[in-house]
């Protein structure tokens, strides 16, 4: 079984691929089930996570997995920022408004890396970079285990937070019925804020889960933002489950596509998948809410 | 203002800008003023669709690579005239516009949806463009430096008039759009599509059309351009950046006016360069600003620059009855 030896190793490797990007949709799928927008800036929000969590670890020799406290709560007070003092003025409760002031964020973030950081990549070496975890059918770089088992440890975390706490129940609350919300006196405009800090807290955390097997580059969001964009519209918008199911599946879809197409044509799948889903099914497979 | 003195005014910015390769003293003013007016009459396309119609649309660089590549591969590759390349361009570029519009509007997609689908076909496109041979892949396609009006190489000056002749024809076009039913139709389906319909509207056609002629019209400017600088490569053609700064232009400008896009885009295009004296020549610096600008234009003149005379006009109303 030739090929069997072959097609296990590249679906474990896209799975542990996929939980990364699931975890990056759930920070997107997060913002739009609260707030009903498309946040466009989430993937030059995590090329500046990932610049981040690079010259932590080359300025202050900080290991990625030590920073990842510290990078989501950075990050969570950068996306509470936004939303409250930038996206949520500038929208005039408007959605086309919001699709255009994120894109204008997004534009700025990335040619402002592009104008500091030059369009040079770069990685990171860490002590196990190079180690690898044999599982018996598959030998998987640590990184990326790691990767893979940290991606759904904050992902039940995040569950648990909007499942189990107040702050979770006011983001539902609002989620569901923002009138409503703000007549029982939840501060609509803070959970919004709160919903938004907590999508991009999600990105300071998948930078540094990123970085040790990955790389950065001014432009490296693009590669994940359309990604996340297919993996929620997969999903479902809003979806929890909708995108972590979203996202392990394109994670496999683009590793086992590269194997038989190539590298490039694998990478067109994923947007003939997101073409195609818009068009034929605009709710995705889990056409639920977040709720 | 009166009627009089509109056309006045339009009289005078005429003959300025019928006289302006006069006296424009250098190749960089000139060269200035073709992107300048190109990008005023690619934003007009953009208008149709966006400012009339209501429909965002992020990817317009489709159809404005599209044109480039029917054009530049025409010419290249079967020896068409290049003057042909413009119909073909317009052409290539509808009917690009025509199938993005079908697919689209056909299941319902509006919105953030509509958006984000007219970006995925365009990076599809550069995609594509990236990896099949006729358009000669990563390495771009070079048309051949022919000087002289027959092979649509009029030099700088000779552009300058071309493309001040299509800003002419795009006002015109989109004052005959404003002052016609169709127009009517399109503005009514953008403030209430489901009222529009309501009253018999077809607003699926209505929206097709819109795209199809926004996106013939992007095609030749694609042709415009390929022709100026004799290059084109994928990310040239398809990449965000043309989608971005042609719809910056309305935005800036004024969605849904007949100046706006004129106006947008001698602002944007006058601060960016301003900005590159000041901050110098570093790359990615201005588009740093086209993103803090669309923020800001959000933020403070959601209207645009053309919104923001109409808000004064108003003003004055009550003063002078």
Redesign the interface.
């Known amino acids: 079984m030739l090929e069997f030896q072959i097609l296990l190793p590249s679906i474990v490797n896209g799975l542990t691929l996929g939980a990364v990007y699931a975890l990056v949709a759930l920070g997107l799928t997060l913002i739009y089930g609260v707030l009903h927008i498309i946040n466009f800036a989430h993937g030059s929000l995590l090329m500046a996570a990932l610049y981040a969590a690079f010259f932590a670890h080359a300025g202050l020799g900080l290991d990625p997995y030590l920073a990842m406290p510290l990078l989501a709560a950075a990050f969570f007070v950068v996306g509470y920022a936004l939303q409250r003092w930038v996206i949520g003025k500038a929208s005039h409760g408007k959605d086309q408004n919001v699709l255009l002031v994120t894109l204008g964020i997004s534009i700025a973030i990335e040619n402002l890396a592009l104008y500091l950081f030059r369009a040079d990549t770069r990685t990171i070496e860490t002590p196990i970079s190079y180690e690898m975890l044999d599982l018996g059918i598959a030998l998987v770089p640590y990184p990326r285990a790691i990767g893979f088992a940290a991606a759904l440890g904050i992902a039940a975390l995040l569950w648990w937070t909007i499942e189990r706490t107040d702050l979770g129940r006011a983001i539902r609350a609002v989620a569901k019925e923002r009138q409503g919300a703000k007549l029982v006196g939840i501060d609509v405009d803070h959970v919004f804020a709160l919903s938004f800090g907590i999508g991009t807290a999600v990105l300071g955390a998948a930078a540094c889960l990123l970085l040790p097997s990955f790389y950065v580059s001014p432009s490296v969001g693009n590669v994940f933002v359309l990604v996340a964009f297919t993996v929620v519209v997969l999903g479902g918008m809003g979806s929890f489950t909708g995108a972590l199911v979203g996202g392990l599946a394109i994670g496999v879809t683009e590793s086992v596509g590269g194997l038989f197409l190539g590298q490039q044509l694998g990478q067109l799948g994923i947007f003939v998948i997101f073409i195609a889903l818009l068009l034929f099914r605009p709710t995705g497979l889990f056409g639920s809410r977040l709720a | 203002m009166s009627a009089w003195l509109q056309r006045a005014l339009l009289g005078a910015s005429l003959l300025a800008a019928l006289a302006f390769p006069l006296v424009a003293e250098s190749g960089f003013w000139i060269k200035f003023a073709f992107t300048t007016l190109l990008f005023a009459y690619l934003g007009q396309a953009w208008n149709i669709l966006g400012g009339y119609g209501g429909q ?1 649309s ?1 990817g317009h660089a489709l159809f404005f690579g599209t044109g480039a590549y029917a054009a530049a591969i025409a010419q290249t590759a079967f020896g068409l005239n290049p003057w042909l390349g413009l119909p073909l361009g317009a052409l290539a570029g509808g009917a690009v516009g025509w199938a993005a519009g079908y ?2 509007f ?2 319902g ?1 509006r ?3 509509f ?3 007219t ?3 365009a ?2 496109f550069r ?2 463009a ?2 099949v041979p006729f358009t000669g892949a990563g390495v771009g396609l070079f048309v051949p430096l022919q000087p002289g009006w027959a092979q649509l190489q009029p030099g700088p000056i000779g552009f300058y008039y071309i493309v001040l002749a299509l800003v002419f024809a795009s006002l015109w076009f989109a004052w005959r759009i404003e002052n016609s039913r169709f127009g009517a139709q399109l503005m009514a389906v953008r403030e209430n599509e489901a009222a529009a319909a309501a009253l018999g509207v077809d607003a699926y056609a209505l929206k097709v059309r819109a795209i199809a002629l926004s996106g013939a019209m992007t095609g030749v400017g694609g042709v415009l351009y390929v022709q100026f600088y004799l290059y084109i490569d994928p990310s040239l053609a398809y990449g965000p950046g043309i989608s ?1 700064e042609i719809l910056l232009v309305p ?1 800036i400008g004024g969605l849904g006016t007949i100046f706006g896009p004129l106006i947008g885009s001698i602002v944007l295009h006058a601060a960016s360069e301003l900005a590159r004296r000041i901050m110098g020549d ?4 201005h ?2 600003f ?6 800001v234009m ?2 403070f003149l ?1 209207d645009g620059l053309a919104g923001l005379l109409r808000r004064k006009r108003k003003a004055e109303v009550p003063r002078n009855a």
């Open positions: 965002f992020f697919l689209s056909r299941y997609l919105g953030s949806y958006a984000l689908v970006l995925a076909f990076e599809v995609i594509l990236n990896a971005v935005i570093a790359p990615g610096i588009l740093v086209y993103g803090v600008l669309l923020v959000v933020r959601p």
